[in-house]
């Protein structure tokens, strides 16, 4: 096992298991044994699935389990009551908090039966097998482009190191990536180094200034505002998923708006989390809520390998401010200081050090990293055309993060189908309503489709009044209620398209780009970082 997987491995706990647990819905009617042999077949040509962990005092590798069953890892389950979204969702909480056995493979498939028509599937997986992009690649190997496909997708020699396995769906989600957040070349030379010397890690850190920086930043940020997220962790979880929202109209905003859609997104989040906090009472001036992001440090064409490829960023989300607009704005700004800094590698590289360091001493430093943190985010993107699994087709993706240390919310995000979801799983003692924030995710996209709406475009660019030097946004409501007629939506939508005419952009963003490169450097790097 390599030494990152392995720090992965030991970082599993009672009150926060290290399991990846997702949910995949299935438009009815459903075959259900044929769905059960094409989860054994395709899985199965993954050498690791019929693996099990054995440890010593060398280390722990992967050796095959010579008592594989595909009943222990493959079961079918019907939720009780009504069966609906409320009885999935303590389901999946469930297996959030319980353990995958070591003596066998890590990992499990339950196949719910009936729900809503068709069938759920819960996968759960340990994080030592592999991150969350190389999971996602196996979910998506196991489907079709068509309904008819043959049980080995018309390839019975197909394995893990072949392209065909995945039905070419590896490609697009590898130049997903390449649109996020990327470092710079200098930065991936560091983490290819990485890669191809583990055991070398701490020695590889050393060089550089930047690199020492990044390193004593990690090791002596201050922690995070002390907020109702934070404490200590009961080991019950608790998980909730959004209402879709349709792709195309958040890059349509986000055009408008001038940011990306990670942008957009993360600012839904700070959001989502203020108004919680406001409606319990809680003062939220000033709040900073620390959220940690894996960043994928996969060599290109290397999306479907199992393993851990990733370093982690810290992104701060402004909670403490209340307009939707400057809480864009200054997201922005900081997802633009995050590109160019080393913390992805940096971090990759302190897990591939402890991997071979003994287990007390990565504890004791991840506990110290992880405690001035407050979750623990991911985005991944999905393909947007339709997908088969087993003749049915998938309807929806969604999965949860999990947490280390005492870190009690994860929060995901995954684009599938020309939509975009959230999910959230929290731990009780902290926040025992997980679908209160999630509700809110969407109202806060709303506020930033409002401001594309109520600016007072006009057709004729010339009667467009100047922008004011100082930039002030539209006042309304704070959670104002989606507009009821799809009209005046469509007609939002319409105005944010590049594909029409020009229009001018409002003048609460026309000197977005100018004052995002004009102002000074964010105040945790400012503040904390060695000169």
């Given at each position: ?34 769905l059960?042999r094409?989860l054994s ?5 993954y ?16 050796v095959?389990?010579?008592h ?11 939720l009780?009551g ?5 009885e999935l ?8 908090s ?7 493979p ?5 196949i719910?039966?009936d729900?809503?028509g ?9 994080h ?8 996602v690649?196996v ?14 997708g018309?390839?019975?020699d197909?394995?893990?190191?072949q ?6 769906l ?5 130049k997903?990536?390449d ?5 710079s070349?200098e930065?991936?030379r560091l ?5 191809a010397?583990?055991?070398?890690a701490?020695?590889l ?9 990044e ?15 934070k ?24 055009r408008?708006l001038?940011c ?12 989502a989390?203020?108004g ?9 001036a ?9 960043l ?26 209340a ?31 402890l ?8 504890d004791?430093?991840?506990d ?12 991944v ?5 339709a ?5 049915a087709r998938l ?8 947490q ?33 924030i999630i509700a809110?995710?969407?109202p ?9 709406l109520?600016?007072p ?6 009667e467009?009044?100047e ?24 007609r939002?939508?319409?105005?944010a398209?590049?594909e ?5 952009q ?21 503040s904390h970082?060695?000169?």
């Amino acid at each position: 096992m390599s030494p990152v997987d392995t720090a992965w491995l030991r970082m599993d706990r009672s009150v926060n298991r290290m399991v990846i647990v997702g949910v995949m819905k299935l438009q009815g009617p459903v075959d259900i044994d044929r769905l059960a042999r094409t989860l054994s077949v395709r899985l199965l040509a993954y050498p690791r699935f019929h693996q099990r962990v054995e440890t010593g005092s060398t280390g722990s590798w992967w050796v095959d389990d010579a008592h594989f069953d595909i009943a222990r890892h493959i079961k079918r389950a019907r939720l009780p009551g009504a069966g609906a979204k409320v009885e999935l969702e303590a389901f999946v909480a469930e297996l959030c908090s319980q353990p995958l056995d070591q003596a066998h493979p890590l990992w499990q498939f339950h196949i719910i039966e009936d729900y809503e028509g068709g069938v759920a599937l819960v996968p759960r997986f340990h994080h030592a097998l592999a991150d969350g992009m190389a999971l996602v690649a196996v979910l998506l190997s196991m489907t079709d482009e068509t309904p008819d496909a043959p049980l080995h997708g018309g390839d019975a020699d197909f394995g893990p190191d072949q392209d065909a396995h995945g039905h070419g769906l590896f490609a697009p989600m590898a130049k997903a990536l390449d649109r996020g957040v990327q470092a710079s070349g200098e930065l991936w030379r560091l983490a290819l180094k990485l890669l191809a010397r583990p055991g070398s890690a701490a020695k590889l850190l050393q060089g550089g200034v930047g690199v020492a920086s990044e390193l004593a930043y990690l090791l002596l940020m201050p922690s995070d505002s002390q907020t109702r997220f934070k404490g200590a962790p009961c080991g019950s979880k608790r998980v909730a998923w959004s209402v879709p929202l349709a792709l195309p109209e958040v890059k349509a905003i986000s055009r408008a708006l001038d940011c990306s859609v990670n942008d957009m997104l993360l600012t839904s989040v700070a959001g989502a989390l203020r108004g919680y906090l406001e409606d319990k009472g809680d003062p939220t001036a000033g709040v900073e809520v620390r959220a940690l992001v894996p960043l994928n440090l996969r060599p290109p064409g290397s999306e479907h390998e199992l393993g851990n490829y990733f370093g982690v960023v810290a992104v701060e989300l402004p909670v403490g401010i209340a307009d939707p607009i400057h809480r864009l704005r200054e997201v922005r700004r900081r997802m633009a200081v995050l590109k160019q800094s080393y913390e992805a590698p940096v971090t990759f590289g302190l897990f591939a050090a402890l991997g071979f360091a003994p287990k007390l001493a990565q504890d004791r430093l991840f506990d110290m990293l992880l405690s001035r943190a407050t979750a623990v985010m991911t985005n991944v993107p999905g393909p947007q055309h339709a997908l088969y699994l087993a003749g049915a087709r998938l309807e929806e993706i969604m999965f949860w993060v999990p947490q280390s240390g005492d870190i009690g919310m994860g929060v995901s995000i995954l684009s599938f189908g020309g939509n975009v979801q959230f999910g959230l799983v929290t731990d009780a003692a902290m926040v025992p309503d997980p679908e209160a924030i999630i509700a809110r995710f969407n109202p806060e996209f709303e506020q930033l489709l409002y401001h594309v709406l109520m600016e007072p475009w006009g057709e004729d660019e010339g009667e467009q009044p100047e922008p004011e030097p100082e930039i002030v946004a539209v006042k309304k409501p704070k959670r104002r209620t989606p507009p009821e007629k799809p009209a005046i939506r469509k007609r939002a939508i319409k105005k944010a398209m590049p594909e029409k005419a020009p229009i001018k952009q409002p003048a609460t963003t026309k000197g977005l780009k100018k004052q995002a490169s004009a102002a000074p450097p964010i105040r945790r790097r400012a503040s904390h970082r060695p000169s």
